[in-house]
């Protein structure tokens, strides 16, 4: 029988998600657990690639068993699993889905953010991008509104990728401000931007949140960004902005609802 596993992870520690050799990643203790409790062979196949130190609040994978045990009582599988992964995992949920799901073809969109603060705070450095600039998030909005729609973000895309093709459909692209861990701070200071698209190029949310910083500081028009989706070059695009401060929130499913969902 197939399996959705929803899991959230921090990515501190780990080598991304993707199995590598000589490398501690997210994939490679999914598995290991999973193939511990259920006493089977289990190989689990993810909705994406993360790369290293990026964070997932719901990332999906999905997984074949036979297990009875966990046909019968998805929840104490959960508990168990919470019991055995590391620190910076957790197993969320475990859906049943249909023998032919897939955790990355079947995914209808995919939703990140990106969180910055220009103020420095010692509470946000693990999970948030410190800016010392101070950044016009208008100006940021007015670029990211050229981000929307069915476009070829080659600009954006990490060198010899290697995706059969560079389109991407992007539905939601803004910045807006966010409360700080710590009251009292100026919550202008702190901003994080979100992004939603029916896929995502390797390293691409980073090279768009780069760019756009690059016109938060005022160095670019918003138009520039218009300018490099017709360029199609990753050279002319800003620099990508450190992992750490990234997160994948959400990935949509047209068979997963809220209501069927196993929580732990």
Aim: charged share 25%; with cysteine; glycine share 6%.
């Amino acid at each position: 029988m197939r399996y959705f596993l929803c899991i959230s992870y921090r990515g501190a520690g780990f080598s991304g998600w993707q199995i590598q050799e000589n490398a501690n990643t997210i994939e490679a203790e999914v598995e290991k657990t999973l193939s511990t409790l259920l006493g089977e062979p289990i190989d689990v196949t993810g909705a994406g690639r993360t790369d290293t130190g990026v964070n997932a609040k719901n990332f999906y994978a999905h997984f074949d068993s036979c297990s009875q045990e966990l046909a019968s009582n998805p929840e104490r599988i959960i508990y168990k699993m919470n019991a055995i992964l590391p620190y910076g995992i957790s197993a969320n949920s475990i859906i049943p889905v249909h023998d032919d799901a897939h955790a990355r073809f079947d995914a209808t969109s995919r939703t990140y953010k990106y969180y910055i603060h220009c103020s420095k705070d010692p509470f946000c450095e693990s999970y948030s991008y410190f800016c010392k600039f101070d950044l016009d998030i208008e100006a940021m909005n007015r670029g990211a509104q050229y981000l929307l729609g069915r476009k070829d973000f080659s600009s954006f895309e990490k060198l010899n990728g290697g995706n059969a093709t560079s389109i991407c459909d992007v539905t939601e692209a803004k910045w807006e401000i966010y409360e700080p861990v710590v009251s009292g701070c100026d919550k202008t200071k702190y901003i994080v931007f979100t992004i939603t698209a029916n896929r995502f190029l390797r390293n691409m949310v980073r090279a768009v949140v780069g760019s756009l910083v690059e016109i938060g500081r005022g160095r670019k028009k918003p138009e520039w960004i218009c300018e490099l989706l017709e360029e199609k070059n990753r050279c002319a695009a800003g620099q990508s902005v450190p992992g750490h401060a990234l997160f994948l929130v959400d990935v949509k499913y047209p068979y997963i609802t809220e209501n069927n969902k196993i929580q732990q």
